[in-house]
């Protein structure tokens, strides 16, 4: 599989009160896993804390891909006391919400986070 491309957006993270904000365009796996559920889950595409510029995760958003045919769903995969340092992003079909497939290297989502 090929290595994920996070590109943190200009001017991010920032601050928001004691808490950071940022924004990261994350470019889609070449060979998507579906996600099974566990503690933790496995599969999807993994998302970590660094790729934001920050060491813990409390909060993330993501919008449509690049073409609106998909979003995402985060979960937590590690856990400390305070938050999270790594989780998975679930990619789904905007409309129907089943689970996507195969290649999605040629999509693109931006995804939020807030934390520190």
């Known amino acids: ?13 920032i601050s928001i009160g004691n808490r950071r904000l940022s924004t990261i365009t994350l470019t889609g796996p070449s060979s998507y896993t579906a996600v099974t559920p ?10 970590l804390a660094s790729q934001f ?24 995969t590690s856990a ?19 689970e996507a497939s195969g290649d999605l290297s040629a999509k693109t989502l931006r995804v939020t986070a807030i934390g520190r």
């Open 1 to 13: 599989m090929a290595a994920n491309t996070a590109t943190l957006c200009p001017d991010y993270p």
């Open 38 to 47: 566990g503690s933790p889950p496995t599969g999807g595409q993994a998302l």
């Open 53 to 76: 510029g920050m060491k813990f995760i409390e909060s993330v958003t993501v919008g449509l891909d690049s073409t609106g045919a998909y979003t995402a769903y985060f979960t937590a």
């Open 80 to 98: 400390t006391t305070n938050a999270v340092t790594a989780g998975i992003l679930q990619w789904v079909v905007s409309a129907g919400g089943a």
